[in-house]
Every structure is written in C-alpha cells, then in structure tokens.
Nanobody
Framework: QVQVVESGGGLVQPGGSLKLSCVASAPSGSFLSTYLMAWYRQAPEKEREFVARMTTGGGMKYADSVKGRFTISGDMSDNTVYLQMNNVKSDDVAVYYC?????????????????WGQGTQVAVSS
C-alpha cells in the first residue's frame, strides 16, 4: 500500500511563511510513477477544499483564495511535493492534506493508486 506522509505544519504569525512537505513511498518490491500531486485543506467545521495541484508536464492550478500567496512545487520522480505558504492569513488555518495519484509497479503489473496522507495542522497566531 502506498504511504503518503505530510510534514511542516505548525504555528505561524499573520503575514508569515510556512513550507509543507509531502512524500509518497512504495511498498518493498515496487516503485511509483506519480502523475498528479495535490494539496487540500479542511478548516474546522468545513468541507475539505482544493488548494493546489501539479501534474506531469508542469501543469499547475491553484484555488483563487491562495493564488499569489502559495506555490506548489515538487519532483514527481521522487514522489515529493511541497507547498510554500507566504503571507499566511487566519483563513488559512486548517489541516492540510497531500494527495498523490499515479501507478504502482508491482511484480504482477501496474496498479493505479490514489492515496492521502494523515494531514498536518497549520495554525495562525493572533
């Protein structure tokens, strides 16, 4: 089973910066070919919402609420994605989740995967 782990969350002052990281790892004996890496977030008592994504070929998309402030980057060959958060606002307080989609190549052939991490908390101090 593909495991996805986020890190980098924490407490930041309004207007400050934070960088989240996420890595996907393959079970022993298999390797991954990731073609979509994305970030979502879920604020207290709200639905999970899209934040940013990147696909093979360098295509990127952002939610309107984070455009110009957040930057997604990563290396699909390493199954690693980052989210640079600048000018953080109180509205950005949420648990941030990483989502990875691709193919896992096992001895029996490729299998599609769509995996989520457990999330990392971002809080903004007042």
């Amino acid at each position: 089973q593909v495991q996805v782990v986020e890190s980098g969350g924490g407490l930041v002052q309004p207007g400050g910066s934070l960088k989240l990281s996420c890595v996907a790892s393959a079970p022993s004996g298999s390797f991954l070919s990731t073609y979509l890496m994305a970030w979502y977030r879920q604020a207290p008592e709200k639905e999970r919402e899209f934040v940013a994504r990147m696909t093979t070929g360098g295509g990127m998309k952002y939610a309107d609420s984070v455009k110009g402030r957040f930057t997604i980057s990563g290396d699909m060959s390493d199954n690693t994605v980052y989210l640079q958060m600048n000018n953080v606002k109180s509205d950005d307080v949420a648990v941030y989740y990483c989502n990875m989609i691709g193919r896992e190549f096992r001895s029996g052939g490729p299998v599609e995967f769509d995996s989520w991490g457990q999330g990392t908390q971002v809080a903004v101090s007042s």
